[in-house]
């Protein structure tokens, strides 16, 4: 951090100790909510992307206001009622919550940023696409209490078991994991 300056630089690194090489799903995260995530107000902004719904199929029944694998242009989604909805801001009224996948490639660095306007404040994150190809975003939106939105930059759609991952391979031909090499190490900075 340089003097007089409202940014963190965050290096990370990750060391394969073993013999072999070892698929790795590595990813940053980080999640806002109230009173920083408001409902109207705080709006989640990302660089222009290839986006998709999670599956529900196979998890806890939920309330969902996002349909099921379906693919999208950021930020309009379809919804279940069959409209389209701004993923930007958290929706008032809400009961919901929704996770979704989006692809960053195509650019060297991506963005994604979270902007109260009202108090002024704006965290942001700038990583590089090479390294951190997806953006995960999880929202949990409760009608009433603590919402919380995850927003997490890494090597895979969706947080899935690695098993899980490595069977699956790619999505929208983007490879979900990366290789560790034996006995080497792998570095990134955002």
Known sequence: ??????????RSRLKNLLAFDRPICWAEHATISSPFLERGVTVVDMSRNRAITRLHEGQRPRPHRLPSGVEFQWPLSPTL????????????????????????T?????SVTALHP?????LGYVFKTSESPWLQTLEHY?????MARGLEFGTQ???????????????????LYRWL????EMRRAS
Request: proline residues 7%; charged residues 25%; glycine residues 6%.
């Open 1 to 10: 951090m340089l003097y007089g300056e409202n940014v963190v630089y965050v």
């Open 81 to 104: 009622s069959g409209g389209k909805t701004d993923l930007r801001a958290a929706p008032k009224p809400s009961n919901s919550l929704d996770h979704t996948a989006h692809l960053m």
């Open 106 to 110: 195509g650019r060297e660095h991506a």
């Open 118 to 122: 009202e108090k002024r404040l704006l």
């Open 142 to 146: 409760p009608p009433e209490g603590m």
């Open 157 to 175: 759609a969706f947080d899935l078991l690695r098993r899980t991952v490595i069977t699956e391979n790619k999505l929208f031909d983007e490879l």
């Open 181 to 184: 090499p034996a006995s080497s």
